[in-house]
């Protein structure tokens, strides 16, 4: 059961990172658009990936560190609204995430 737990919330965290990628594009793509930055720094965000992997227990990077510092945090919230929509749009049910 626990494997089946482990599975799951590798599952939610793999498609939650592959949300904010997919966000970060369509926010580029806006970015073009309207002259936005949010895109550009979310996109700096992919140094973090191998540290928001379930499993991982190794700390932050200093580029990590440095890239979420250069993020606003109407940037990341926003972000963080538009990818907890998605299951629903994409007519799934919605993520549960609980703490582990």
């Given at each position: ?29 806006r ?52 990818a ?5 749009q ?11």
């Open positions: 059961m626990a494997v089946f737990k482990s599975m799951i919330s590798s599952q939610a965290a793999a498609l939650l990172l592959v949300a904010l990628m997919g966000l970060a594009l369509v926010h580029i793509q970015a073009e658009a309207q002259g936005s930055s949010c895109a550009a720094v979310l996109t700096n965000l992919n140094v973090c990936a191998p540290f928001v992997v379930p499993g991982s227990n190794d700390k932050p990077s200093s580029d990590c560190c440095n890239a979420v510092q250069a993020v606003e945090t109407s940037c990341v919230c926003n972000t963080l609204r538009m907890a929509q998605l299951p629903s994409c007519n799934l049910p919605p993520l549960s995430c609980g703490t582990n």
